[in-house]
């Protein structure tokens, strides 16, 4: 199933959501006894690759002393046992951002990668594409520019965390959160214009927009 946004892009809005609101249900992998020297994180007894753990994804880190507490973009996964990580960065093309060195680190990686899934279903459907259309002609590998939807599939996940943390806990400040990035999500689907190579030729001739979804041919 495509994606339109990761775990990094979620980062960027609510680093809480990878602390304390993590969801204890879909943390891919935990442990202990790691260590970070610049941008390299090293746990000897983890398999990173067998807990499908991905570039684009987030990792928390706790050092036994304190001075390293928070979440951090995964860049690559180098082997079982060792990650490039960083500081969250504006973009992916920038340089990784080394977070401070340390010893004896608690780790957790958790992923939003179900709800992610959802909001790409959700999306495809309403522009009228697979596969959230199974009728349509056109798939998601048609779509010249997946960007413009990141976006919009970043707020709807959050949006659905909120929902599922406040149905737990009967949060008014996540039923706040819940609404608000519920309507940040409709404001981006508006504004996404996708330009369709519905030939595979390489070049759009189908467009739809957000704002009024419907099929234009150039």
Not at 53 to 63: F, K, P, Y
Request: charged content about 20%; cysteine-free; hydrophobic content about 40%.
């Amino acid at each position: 199933m495509v994606t339109f946004s990761n775990d990094a892009d979620i980062l960027r809005y609510e680093p809480i959501l990878f602390g304390e609101l993590h969801l204890p249900g879909q943390v891919l992998t935990a442990g202990t006894g790691g260590s970070l020297t610049g941008t390299t994180f090293t746990a000897e007894n983890a398999d990173f690759i067998s807990a499908q753990v991905a570039a684009g994804g987030v990792i928390h880190l706790q050092s036994a002393d304190g001075t390293l507490d928070g979440a951090y973009e995964i860049v690559s996964v180098d082997s079982a046992t060792q990650l490039t990580i960083s500081i969250v960065r504006t973009d992916n093309d920038s340089e990784p951002i080394a977070p401070p060195a340390a010893e004896n680190i608690a780790y957790r990686i958790s992923t939003f990668r179900p709800q992610a899934n959802e909001a790409a279903f959700q999306l495809t459907e309403y522009f009228g594409i697979r596969p959230g259309n199974p009728a349509s002609s056109i798939d998601t590998q048609g779509i010249l520019d997946i960007e413009v939807l990141r976006r919009a599939s970043v707020f709807a996940v959050i949006s659905n965390v909120y929902a599922m943390l406040a149905s737990k806990a009967n949060e008014e400040n996540f039923w706040k959160k819940n609404l608000h990035y519920q309507k940040l999500f409709e404001k981006a689907r508006q504004r996404v214009h996708l330009s369709i190579d519905s030939s595979a030729d390489g070049i759009s001739d189908v467009t739809r927009s957000g704002a009024s979804v419907r099929l234009v041919r150039d």
